[in-house]
C-alpha cells in the first residue's frame, strides 16, 4: 500500500516538474485567458445600452459579467486541454503499449498527471484570477451565504472530475479512428456552447433548454456560476448537485469500460 | 532556373494534402461538419442576443450577419493554408523534422507556412457565402456596386496576411520556448478580438484598447474592415481605415518575416 | 578479460593523449599529401560549436524556482577541428554518443550555425546556406524521416522534384534507377506509415539522391535494422558511390558498415579528432597488445604461461596469450626455445573491442577532466 502510494506520489511529482519546465508556455496561457472576458464585458456593454430595459433573462449587466467571470474559474476547473488529444496521440504512437506492460493504471496515471497539471495551474494563475476579481469586484452581487458557498465549491470540484472523466472517455474513442482531433473538435464546441461557457443558458428558449437540462455539459460551467450567483437554490440546488454526481459517476464507470474495450481491441490487433 | 518554382511546389503541397485528407476521408467529413456546426452556433448566441437587443454597437441583426460571414471568410482561409502549419512548426522543432526544411533550396518560412493545406476548413467558406447571399439582400437600403465585388474580396485577403503574419510569429515564439502548447489559445484569444465590430471597444478602457488593435497589433482592420465595405454604405470616412488596413497588412507581413528570421538564427546557434 | 582490458586502459592513460591527430606524424600520412594534388570537398578548419542547455535541477523545488530562474551551462559540442575530405571519398566518422558526429553534420549542411572556425564544402560556407549548394547535397538522418508519413513515397519523390527543381526526364529516370538498385519498385504507392523500417530507410535514400548530390551526409542510415537490411542498404551505398564518385560522411554505431564502406576512419570523441586513418590503423595505433595463440605438441601444457604474458583463454592443447606488442619478438622466441609448440599464430585483437576500449578511455579522461573541473568553484 505505502509502495503503491509511493509511486503515485512519483508519478505526481515528476508531472508537476515537466509541467514547470516549460514556463513560457504557462505565463502566455494565464495572460491570455483573461482576454476573451474582456470582450464579453464590451460586447454585453452594447447590447445593454442598446436593449430597452436593463435586464436579460433576470440578468442585468453586471450580473452578465460576474456570470463569465465565474465560468472562467468553474472551466479552470472542468476543461482538460490536451487530455484527449494526448491519449489519442498515444494509441497512435503505440506509447499506449507501455500500461499494458507496466503496472500503471492509464486513468490513475493520466488523472494524477491532470491534477499536477492542474495544481501548477492554479499556483501560477491564483495571482491574476484574484487581481482580475478584484478589479472586477463590483460587478458581483456580495458574497453568498455560507451553505451557497460551500455547494458552490462541492461543485467546482464535481465539475473538475466530470470534466476530466468525460473528456477521458472522448479520449479513449481513439481506440476505434486512428485520428479523432476533429472529433474532438466538436466536443470542444458542444462543450463550449452547451456548457453555458458562451452565454448564460437561461436565455435560451424553453425547448432548448430542455435539451441543455438532459446534458452532462451544464455541469462543467453554467451550474456552479449559477449556484454562486443565487439562481439555484433550495431543493433545485440539491437537485443539481445529486444530477452533477451521478454524471461524473456515470462517466467513470463509462471511461473504464471503453479503457478496457480499447486495450482488448488493441492488443488483439497485436499492437 | 536559381529559384525554385513557389507555384508549382505550392501546388504540389496542396495536391499531397488532398491526397492525405482522403485517405482520412471520415475525419475529413467530421471536420466539414464541425467547422459548420461552429457556424450556426455563433449564429444561435447572436440570433438569441438579438431576441433582446434591436442593434449592437449600431450594427444591426443583417449587418452584423455580414459581419460574421466575413469573421468565417477569413478564418476558414487562415485554417485551410496556415494554421495546421503553425501548429506543426513547434512539433517540427521537437522532433528535429525542421533540420529537413532548412536544408531545402527553398525559402524555410515558405516552406514551413504552407507545406499542409487543411482543405477541410474550406467547407466554412462556402457556408459563409451562402450567410453573405441570405444577409446582404436583407440590409435596409443596400445598394449593390462594382466596389463591392472589388473591394471585399480585395481586403478579405489582406486581412487573412495580417492574421497570418500573427501566427507566423507566434508560432516562432516555440522555437523559443522549445515548445508552445499555448499557441493555439493564444491565437484564439487574439482572433477574439477582431470577432466583434471595433464600435463596441468605447470609453476609457474600451478607445486605448481599440487604438492599441488597430495601431499596434491591427488585428482589429482585419474583419472590421471587409465587414464595413460590404454592410455598411460606401462613405468617405471608411477610407482613412482602409489605406491604413493596407498600410497594416506591409508592416506586419515585413515584420513577422523579421520576427521568424531572427528564430530561425537563434535556432541555429541554440541547437547541437 | 576485464582485468585486461583495465591493464590496457591503464597503461594507456599512462601516455600523453594528443588532443588532435596530425596524420602527417602517422603512417597514413598519405591523405593529406593526396590532398595537396585532388582537390578537397570537404575542407574545415577549426570548427567549433557551443551550445547553451538549461540545467535540470533535481527535485520539485528547484523546478518552481527554475520557473523564475534559470540556470544554463555552456556545452561544447565540437571543439576546433580540422579535417579535408577529398571528392570521391567514402569517409566515417565514429564515436562515442554525444561525440560531436551529428553535430558535425549538421554543420556542413548548413542546418546549424559554428560558434567559430571555417569550413567550405565544394567551395560553399554551409552556414550561408546558399541555394546553389543545398541543391549539391544531401543529410540522411536514420532515426529522422523527412518523408510525408500518410501519403506513397512516389508523392514524397514528387515534391522533392518541385523543390529541388528537377527536370521531368532526369527525375524520372534518376528516380527508376535508384528505385531498381533498392528494389523498392512496388512500394512506391504504399504510405509510408505501413513501409518496414528497412524500406523506408530505402525510400529516404531515394528521396535524398534524386537531385543527384555531389555530397552526402549519412547519420546513422542502418539503426534500427535488421542483419539482411543493414546489408543491402551496405551494399547499395558501395555501389552507388563506385558508380558516382560522390562524396560521402557517414556516421554510425555498426562497425560493419564502417568496415564494408570505408577505407578512411575519423574517430570523435568529446568533440575533438582523436584518429584519422585506415581502419586497420585504428588498431596500429590504439593497441598495445597482440594476441599470441600457441599450440602445443606437448602432453602437458607448461604451467608457467604467465611469464610470457597474460592468459586470455586455455583449452588444451591450445592457449590465448596478450602479449605487449612491442616484446612479441622476443616472446615468442623464448616459448619456442623453451616449449614444444605445434603451431603459432599472432593476431590483432577484434577492432570492436579496441574501439570500445578506446572510447571508454576517452569518456574516463573526460570524466575526470569534469570531475576537477566540479571541484573548483564556478565564478
Known amino acids: 500500500m505505502v509502495a503503491r502510494a509511493l509511486t503515485w506520489w512519483t508519478i505526481l511529482k515528476i508531472s508537476l516538474e515537466e509541467r514547470l519546465v516549460y514556463r513560457g508556455d504557462f505565463a502566455l496561457g494565464t495572460l491570455m485567458r483573461f482576454l476573451p472576458i474582456v470582450t464579453q464585458i464590451f460586447l454585453w456593454t452594447a447590447v445593454f445600452a442598446a436593449s430597452e430595459s436593463g435586464t436579460i433573462v433576470g440578468y442585468s449587466r453586471n450580473d452578465i459579467v460576474a456570470y463569465y467571470l465565474l465560468t472562467m474559474l468553474a472551466r479552470a476547473f472542468s476543461s482538460m486541454p490536451g487530455l484527449a488529444s494526448g491519449i489519442a496521440r498515444q494509441v497512435r504512437d503505440g506509447e499506449i503499449k507501455k500500461f499494458l506492460i507496466q503496472p500503471i493504471d492509464l486513468i490513475s496515471y493520466l488523472l494524477l498527471a491532470r491534477i499536477a497539471h492542474k495544481l501548477v495551474y492554479y499556483l501560477v494563475a491564483a495571482g491574476p484570477f484574484a487581481l482580475v476579481y478584484y478589479l472586477c469586484r463590483s460587478y458581483f452581487p456580495g458574497w453568498p451565504a455560507t451553505d451557497v458557498f460551500a455547494a458552490f465549491l462541492l461543485s467546482l470540484v464535481l465539475s473538475f472530475m466530470l470534466g476530466f472523466f468525460l473528456e477521458a472517455s472522448m479520449g479513449m474513442i481513439a481506440f476505434w479512428f486512428l485520428e479523432v482531433t476533429s472529433l474532438l473538435f466538436v466536443y470542444m464546441l458542444f462543450t463550449f456552447f452547451f456548457s453555458g461557457h458562451m452565454f448564460p443558458l437561461d436565455m435560451l428558449p424553453d425547448f432548448w433548454l430542455t435539451l441543455v437540462d438532459y446534458m452532462p455539459f451544464k455541469y462543467l460551467a453554467y451550474f456552479p456560476a449559477a449556484v454562486f450567483l443565487g439562481k439555484i437554490e433550495g431543493e433545485a440546488l440539491y437537485q443539481g448537485l445529486l444530477i452533477q454526481t451521478a454524471w461524473v459517476v456515470f462517466f467513470i464507470v463509462s471511461c473504464r469500460l471503453l479503457m478496457q474495450a480499447g486495450f482488448n481491441r488493441y492488443s488483439g490487433f497485436g499492437g | 532556373m536559381h529559384h525554385p518554382s513557389y507555384l508549382g511546389v505550392f501546388l504540389t503541397f496542396a495536391r499531397n494534402s488532398l491526397i492525405r485528407d482522403m485517405t482520412f476521408r471520415a475525419n475529413f467529413l467530421i471536420e466539414g461538419i464541425s467547422s459548420v456546426s461552429w457556424m450556426i452556433m455563433n449564429l444561435g448566441f447572436y440570433t438569441l442576443v438579438y431576441r433582446f437587443t434591436p442593434s449592437i454597437a449600431d450594427w444591426d441583426k443583417y449587418e452584423f450577419f455580414v459581419f460574421i460571414s466575413t469573421t468565417m471568410f477569413v478564418n476558414s482561409l487562415v485554417q485551410a493554408f496556415f494554421m495546421p502549419n503553425a501548429q506543426e512548426l513547434s512539433e517540427l522543432v521537437r522532433t528535429g523534422g525542421l533540420d529537413f526544411a532548412l536544408l531545402k533550396p527553398i525559402d524555410t518560412q515558405f516552406l514551413v507556412s504552407l507545406q499542409r493545406v487543411n482543405w477541410a476548413s474550406l467547407g466554412n467558406f462556402f457556408v459563409a457565402l451562402l450567410l453573405l447571399a441570405y444577409a446582404v439582400p436583407r440590409i435596409e437600403g443596400f445598394e449593390l456596386s462594382p466596389w463591392h465585388f472589388l473591394l471585399y474580396p480585395l481586403y478579405i485577403v489582406l486581412g487573412v496576411f495580417i492574421l497570418y503574419s500573427v501566427m507566423i510569429a507566434l508560432a516562432a515564439t516555440s522555437i523559443w520556448l522549445g515548445r508552445n502548447q499555448s499557441l493555439y489559445d493564444f491565437w484564439f484569444y487574439i482572433t477574439n478580438f477582431s470577432r466583434y465590430p471595433m464600435e463596441i471597444y468605447e470609453g476609457t478602457w474600451g478607445t486605448p484598447l481599440r487604438q492599441l488593435f488597430t495601431f499596434v497589433v491591427p488585428i482589429l482592420v482585419v474583419i472590421n474592415v471587409p465587414a464595413r465595405i460590404m454592410a455598411k454604405p460606401l462613405v468617405s470616412d471608411q477610407v482613412f481605415l482602409a489605406s491604413f488596413a493596407m498600410l497594416a497588412t506591409a508592416i506586419s507581413l515585413l515584420g513577422s518575416r523579421w520576427v521568424f528570421k531572427q528564430a530561425l538564427l537563434s535556432y541555429r546557434s541554440a541547437s547541437s | ?379
Open chain 3, 1 to 379: 578479460m576485464i582485468k585486461a582490458g583495465a591493464k590496457a586502459r591503464g597503461q594507456q592513460s599512462s601516455k600523453p593523449c594528443p588532443s588532435t591527430f596530425r596524420p602527417d606524424l602517422y603512417p597514413d600520412a598519405h591523405w593529406s599529401a593526396y590532398n595537396l594534388l585532388i582537390m578537397s570537398a570537404i575542407k574545415i578548419r577549426g570548427l567549433k560549436k557551443s551550445y547553451r542547455v538549461y540545467r535540470k535541477k533535481e527535485g520539485l523545488l528547484a523546478s518552481i524556482t527554475g520557473l523564475f530562474q534559470r540556470d544554463y551551462r555552456e556545452v561544447d559540442a565540437v571543439k576546433g577541428i580540422d579535417l579535408d575530405v577529398e571528392q570521391g571519398e567514402f569517409v566515417a566518422f565514429l564515436g562515442p554518443n554525444g561525440a560531436g558526429k551529428t553535430t558535425t553534420l549538421k554543420l556542413l549542411s548548413g542546418v546549424i550555425s559554428p560558434t567559430g572556425g571555417a569550413a567550405s564544402v565544394l567551395g560553399h560556407t554551409p552556414w550561408l546556406r546558399e541555394n546553389e549548394y543545398r541543391r549539391r547535397f544531401a543529410l540522411v538522418m536514420g532515426q529522422k524521416n523527412q518523408l510525408w508519413w500518410d501519403l506513397p513515397a512516389q508523392e514524397s519523390f514528387r515534391l522533392h522534384q518541385k523543390i529541388y527543381r528537377i527536370d521531368s526526364s532526369e527525375f524520372q529516370r534518376t528516380r527508376d534507377e535508384l528505385v531498381d538498385l533498392l528494389e523498392v519498385g512496388q512500394l512506391l504507392g504504399q504510405p509510408v506509415r505501413e513501409l518496414s523500417l528497412g524500406e523506408r530507410m530505402k525510400m529516404e535514400l531515394t528521396a535524398a539522391l534524386l537531385h543527384s548530390p555531389d555530397v552526402l551526409f549519412l547519420d546513422e542510415p542502418t539503426i534500427g535494422l535488421d542483419v539482411i537490411a543493414q546489408h543491402n542498404i551496405q551494399k547499395f551505398l558501395k555501389h552507388y558511390q563506385a558508380m558516382r564518385k560522390i562524396t560521402i560522411l557517414l556516421t554510425s554505431h555498426y562497425m560493419k558498415d564502417v568496415a564494408a564502406l570505408c577505407r578512411r576512419v575519423v574517430i570523435i570523441a568529446h568533440g575533438e579528432i582523436v584518429y584519422d586513418g585506415s581502419l586497420a590503423g585504428i588498431v596500429d595505433r590504439f593497441s598495445s597488445h597482440k594476441v599470441l595463440t600457441l599450440h602445443f605438441a606437448e602432453e602437458r601444457m607448461p604451467s608457467d604461461l604467465a611469464r610470457y604474458g597474460e592468459v586470455l583463454e586455455i583449452v588444451e592443447p591450445k592457449a590465448k596469450l596478450r602479449v605487449d606488442r612491442s616484446s612479441i619478438a622476443k616472446v615468442l622466441s623464448s616459448v619456442l626455445a623453451n616449449h614444444a609448440v605445434e603451431d603459432v599464430s599472432v593476431e590483432d585483437p577484434p577492432l570492436e573491442e579496441v574501439i570500445a576500449d578506446m572510447f571508454a578511455l576517452t569518456a574516463k579522461n573526460q570524466a575526470d577532466k569534469v570531475a576537477a573541473e566540479s571541484l573548483t568553484p564556478s565564478p
